[in-house]
């Protein structure tokens, strides 16, 4: 499946009740299972750290508390809990994709 792109995927609102300035433009990033959110996760903690070093330090907790994540055979870049190891050597496939290769939907590599 492509892509799908930037599109409004998540409604935002404040936490304390207070309403969020209707002009504000907000970018939410899944932490636990995208290396590239991680990615700007730590730019963010780089660039933050000297106005909130508190606000750095909570992301750089959060951070640290998160599993490792992995670069599956399959491409799939996922939590080392969500992959199966297929051979001891190094061939390890992403849940979805062991999913699809145990009930034969996964395309057969060219011999
Ligand atoms: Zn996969």
Redesign the pocket.
Known sequence: MEPRGLYDKYIVQKANGETTDPDARYFVLRLDTDVHARRAAHAYIASVWKANPALAGGLASLLAGLPSLVE?A???TVPIGETVLLRPDLCR??L??YAKFQDGTAPKEEA
């Open positions: 599956a399959c491409g799939h496939l992403c979805t994709c």
